[in-house]
């Protein structure tokens, strides 16, 4: 399992799919938006990302890092943050390989 | 050489640039170092940061050129040394100088970079890491935000070395192997 992180529209589908080579099929993009909209919907998003992360449903994951601004004002917009940023955490823990994408260019963070 | 240097806000990026095109200008020294400068003074904040670049670069030997928008490469001669301050205000200039926003104008954008890259002997270019705070911002901040990602994406291409800078240290992001800069 590859996690690819890094901030908005740096390039990291294409990173997964072109260069990777993993198929669309194979890959969760954007797990910070799944995480959003599972929680307002009332739903588990660590257990239900985590089963799919386990289970070998994909090879590859992406997502957004959000957590480099300033601690929002609005309490449920902190939650999300923070439990994006925990998620975020354990998917990396169980990933072989760790990569941020900056200007494009995936740089290596976790060689498993 | 061609080198970008991204960071956040007041990270180093200017004194590292500075530092690197000085350097890479001492086996170049009969040709002109040029400074391109992007950010329009409008206010007091601005004006307190360009003087304080200024202040950094006085002594140096910059020629400076104050470019907003339209870089194509028309100024500096032929060989010169180039640094090339900064993508965020050059995207922000050519996207909102006419008003409404302007989606086209990263490939303007990436055209003129293209064409001072080919005059320069060497080129340091600095950007600005937005992307990274989850906030949710209104259709034309987003706007500009993916032209700069665009922009930077491939400035890190063209480029043969990407640096980040982080609390003033200088961390290589990408290294083409030939690269003397």
Same mark, same amino acid.
């Given at each position: 399992?590859i996690f690819?992180?890094?901030?908005?529209?740096?390039?990291?589908?294409?990173?997964?799919?072109?260069?990777?080579?993993?198929?669309?099929?194979?890959?969760?993009?954007?797990?910070?938006?799944?995480?959003?909209?599972?929680?307002?919907?009332?739903? /588990?998003?660590?257990?239900?990302?985590?089963?799919?992360?386990?289970?070998?449903?994909?090879?590859?994951?992406?997502?957004?890092?959000?957590?480099?601004?300033?601690?929002?004002?609005?309490?449920?917009?902190?939650?999300?943050?923070?439990?994006?940023?925990?998620?975020?955490?354990?998917?990396a823990?169980?990933s072989d390989e760790v990569y941020?994408?900056?200007?494009?260019?995936?740089v290596k963070i976790k060689q498993g | 050489?061609?080198?970008?240097?991204?960071? $956040?806000? $007041?990270?180093?990026?200017?004194?590292?640039?500075?530092?690197?095109?000085?350097?890479?200008?001492?086996?170049?020294?009969?040709?002109?170092?040029?400074?391109?400068?992007?950010?329009?003074?409008?206010?007091?904040?601005?004006?307190?940061?360009?003087?304080?670049?200024?202040?950094?670069?006085? $002594?140096? $030997?910059?020629?400076?050129?104050?470019?907003?928008?339209?870089?194509?490469?028309?100024?500096?001669?032929?060989?010169?040394?180039?640094?090339?301050?900064?993508?965020?205000?050059?995207?922000?200039?050519?996207?909102?100088?006419?008003?409404?926003?302007?989606?086209?104008?990263?490939?303007?954008?990436?055209?003129?970079?293209?064409?001072?890259?080919?005059?320069?002997?060497?080129?340091?270019?600095?950007?600005?890491?937005?992307?990274?705070?989850?906030?949710?911002?209104?259709? /034309?901040?987003?706007?500009?935000?993916?032209?700069?990602?665009?922009?930077?994406?491939?400035?890190?291409?063209?480029? /043969?070395?990407?640096?980040?800078?982080?609390?003033?240290?200088?961390?290589?992001?990408?290294?083409?192997?030939?690269?003397?800069?």
């Amino acid at each position: 399992m590859i996690f690819v992180t890094g901030g908005a529209f740096q390039g990291k589908r294409r990173f997964v799919t072109e260069t990777l080579g993993i198929s669309e099929e194979r890959a969760l993009f954007d797990a910070h938006e799944y995480v959003e909209a599972a929680l307002s919907e009332g739903r /588990d998003p660590e257990a239900e990302l985590m089963r799919m992360i386990c289970g070998g449903a994909v090879d590859a994951v992406t997502a957004d890092e959000i957590g480099m601004g300033i601690v929002p004002q609005d309490a449920d917009e902190r939650r999300r943050r923070e439990i994006t940023g925990r998620i975020m955490c354990k998917i990396a823990e169980r990933s072989d390989e760790v990569y941020r994408l900056v200007c494009g260019i995936p740089v290596k963070i976790k060689q498993g | 050489m061609i080198e970008l240097i991204t960071g $956040g806000s $007041g990270s180093g990026k200017s004194e590292y640039a500075e530092r690197r095109i000085c350097e890479a200008h001492r086996a170049n020294a009969e040709k002109p170092l040029v400074y391109i400068a992007a950010m329009q003074p409008f206010g007091a904040e601005a004006r307190e940061r360009i003087a304080r670049h200024r202040a950094m670069r006085s $002594g140096k $030997g910059f020629e400076t050129v104050e470019r907003y928008t339209g870089i194509d490469g028309s100024e500096a001669e032929p060989g010169s040394d180039v640094l090339l301050e900064c993508l965020g205000n050059l995207t922000a200039n050519e996207m909102f100088s006419g008003g409404a926003a302007d989606a086209g104008c990263a490939e303007r954008i990436k055209r003129g970079l293209d064409s001072l890259a080919r005059r320069c002997a060497n080129l340091c270019i600095i950007t600005n890491e937005v992307f990274s705070d989850g906030m949710r911002y209104g259709a /034309d901040t987003v706007l500009y935000m993916r032209a700069l990602a665009e922009v930077n994406i491939y400035a890190a291409r063209i480029a /043969d070395t990407v640096t980040e800078v982080v609390c003033a240290v200088p961390v290589r992001i990408k290294q083409a192997e030939d690269a003397l800069l």
